[in-house]
């Protein structure tokens, strides 16, 4: 956390916790009329290092005029920034300009245009996931790496840089198996089918999952209906021990944590930057000491990736960069037209997949399958398992109900939270979306269900969201309902229907015109 | 100032005005005890729309623990976001989820390295005028549109849409001249000289000028130690009418705000953007009624612009612009190796100016003839005025006492503030900075002057500085004191003498070398 400033001299001050959530950037808060404020030339959006107790960190000033919030000789720092100081109320606190981190002068040239070398780049990544980096330097970092604008090895120096700079996890016996998905389809929660099918057959799969930031569900709000998901990290290592794999959040894992810093901007300009998805997912996955690794790239027009030949292209990187890494891949492009599954939403995700594990019939087979391939992926890095044979393994597992068995002991493991999967507790708003017309459902916005979705409070309202009825290929007359929309209050309810009146994300084509067989394998 | 959003409702709060200064960037606070926050699903972070006083505004949202700050049913405004809103204490606001501005979808067109057409630039610059990007998309702006990332049409869109997104005043006479340097030598005040000498002749040249923001001086500073600067518009225009100049600060006029927010995040990187400094400057100009104006671009190993090729390249852009918005340009290359006159902050640069106005022997002769041969320039705008007799009549009415009598009433109308420029009173601790050996001056190195400068103090406390005693050329021996620094504090003393102790700044060669001629006109 130290950092280099070149003020021979710097002031003190009592630091004050301000209860102010500033999200990833450090705030710190100095009086107008204070006399350090003026000594030391300071400006509001200045850029100072505050130091206490043998920790530095770099923030953002915010000039303060109102009296009632700290006092004149008073640093008041946001949540974070006191958090990361490890300070007590009241301690002495020093603050100084700050210089510049010296990695800035290699993102300058990145900026420029120019390649970077594997140095120039590990000094970024450390900086960045030392809090030394202001938002607006971190939005040039995001902006200056899009697109196509890292080379297949500055990706992979970002990816190692990234793991450099947090902690590594050695699980101490190979293979470690891992399942990632890319994301953008609403309603695909296969790792939980995934990790229960593999963990059975005996491989571990130690399974850290986000919450969603931009979706209306991760597989930590969907895990979360069903059992503790924010574990300490040791308590997560013996229930992995214990059970061969675990569903669990994983941001109390200090993985790759400028990859964290790094979202925190990129996400708000959803700008298309493959270099830093294959950074950050790959990143992640070697940190948490994965040695293998089947990765789902879903592609369809209103998917994250469009088209074949970005997807292709996307897999090719994301080759390079895991074979440099030491990591075994095995990429799977699949059916990324429309949601997987029927519900959109924690509560009703987690319903889909407890009807899967229990054999129901009325459980969404599009879900069913794709999990038992990614599955039977998985399995097959297993040297006893032939190639070819490994969905067949994930469904005698799965109908057998082995996977069953093993998600509730995980369950019990994390801690059980009450769940009646038959009879899930859904949001009691409802508003049902109908059919504009009679035809055949030729396409489903995957985004705008998302979006939808999240107007109805998921996933901060588990039991909201939205409960799909068709899907692309099926006839559906006037007036038929498309989907439920569940929500917990009426402003969300609100929100939900406006969104779905002004366009219900649904096409309806009544020519009698059957869309074309889907163009994947799943 | 009004925005989309898709919310179709949204909640009502009561607005308090939170004194924290957020520079440019709108701030709201939310308690997170607020039934609002959870019903609206907001995160820290997000953007949201504030409306009140059939006013509406994009804020960033910071959500808040502290009882103190505000009350639970409270919504909390930076002061900008205060003030833009209109509205007074305890008033009703109401607060919904903010959608990107349309533009952004330029923007993104923008980052992938795509051409911008007029109307999209006019879109970017007056959603960015009327506050509606976060600090990190202005930042993505900014890069993507640094080194020569905009072609010359893109930067003529982005000066017409930074005019057309502001005040333009008309003077309703031409011409309507000024003059501007693009910055980056320290002391170079010739403004303070070039606009009496021509105003004296009977040409109209209302001067408005920045404020430092990363130097130890603007021309609005060193005016503020002799008048005052900061004028409401209808004052500063009958001064003009009356006095036929003014040395004023820019920033009462609202001329061109997009450029000032765009300014913000710009600085903070450092970015070399030849085409946003050609759009920021020109549109200023245009904005300000002007039709002439003579440019000054300094180039030198420490200036903005290192070499000539560089220098010729951007006088272009500036020629190609300024044509097709219908400015006369005379741009000037001129000798940026080392700063001009000896003072460096505002009084020790006041002290120069007043120098050369009273014809003083001890004035610095680098200013004097810079500034004359500059407003020889200027003076060649007017048709009665035979090209290369402009240095002449400048020299005349500046010999003459005529530029010094015009000075003085033009700082008598914008109201006198005393300063004794024979005996100025300066920072009084002083440190002297000596040889390290004997030799001759071959280089000076502008930003470390700036940067010393800056540390003691300037511009903020207004007798801090740096004042030179040798120049490029000048033979030294060993302990002989190359400059003066002046602070008003221990703490601002210590800072800048710590920093000339690492380095100076003066590169003193003891082989006996002597420096080549000056490569340039000044």
Known sequence: MATSTSSPASSTLTGR???????????????????????????????????ANSHMILAVLNVVDDTRVIGEMDLGLSEDAFAQL?????????????????????????????????????????????????????????VATTQWDLDRDEVLHLAEAMVAAGRRLDWGEA?????????????????????????????LIPKTSSRAITSPAGTADTMACLAEVELPFDRLERIVRAHRGCLAWGGTASLSPADDVLISVSRPLSLDS?????????????????????????FGPTAKVARIDEAQRLKKLFEYVARNMG??????????????????????????????????????????????????????FDPDVRGGEGV????????????????????????????????????????????????IVTAIDNLRVARIARLAGAPKAETAGVDLF???????????????????????????RHESTHHHGFTVDGSGAVPVDPFLEF
Chains 1, 2 share one sequence.
């Not at 038992?372 to 998985?378: E, K, S």
Request: charged content about 25%; glycine content about 8%; overall charge positive.
């Open 470 to 496: 068709c899907r692309i290929g099926d006839r559906v007359t006037r007036g038929q309902p498309l989907y439920r929309i569940h929500a917990t209050n009426t402003s969300e309810l609100e929100f939900a």
């Open 392 to 439: 067949e393994l994930a469904r005698d597992i799965l109908d057998s109900g082995r996977a069953l068995a093993k998600l509730e002991a995980i369950i019990d493991a994390q801690g059980r939270r009450p769940f009646n999967w038959q009879r899930p507790t859904l949001g009691a708003l409802v508003h049902e979306v109908v059919a504009d017309a009679d035809g």
């Open 274 to 298: 493959p270099g830093q998805m294959v950074a950050s997912i790959l990143s992640k996955k070697v940190a948490a000491g994965a040695t293998h690794l089947v990765l789902d790239i879903p």
């Open 327 to 380: 990591l075994q891949l095995d990429v799977v492009l699949s059916d990324g037209r429309q949601p997987i599954g029927r519900g959109v939403g924690p509560a009703l995700e987690a319903r889909d997949v407890l009807q899967v594990l229990n054999n129901d019939p009325a459980a969404p087979a599009d879900l069913r399958l794709k999990a038992l391939r990614l599955a039977g992926r998985v399995l097959e």
């Open 175 to 203: 293979p470690v198996v891992d399942k990632h998905c890319i994301g953008g389809i609403p309603g695909n929660r296969t790792s939980m089918l995934v990790v229960p099918i593999v963990a059975a057959h005996g491989m």
């Open 86 to 142: 490890g300070i007590a109320e009241g301690a002495p606190v020093r603050i100084a300009h700050a210089e510049p981190p010296e990695s800035i002068a290699s993102l300058r040239r990145k900026i420029a245009g120019e390649r970077l070398s594997a140095d120039e780049i590990l000094a970024i990544v450390k900086d960045i996931a030392g809090h030394r980096y202001s938002k607006i330097e971190l939005a040039a970092f995001v």
């Open 17 to 51: 916790k301000v209860g102010i959530d500033t999200y990833r950037e450090n705030v710190v808060y100095l009086r107008r009329d204070c006399p350090v404020y003026r000594a030391e030339g300071f400006q509001a959006l200045s850029k100072v290092a505050v130091s």
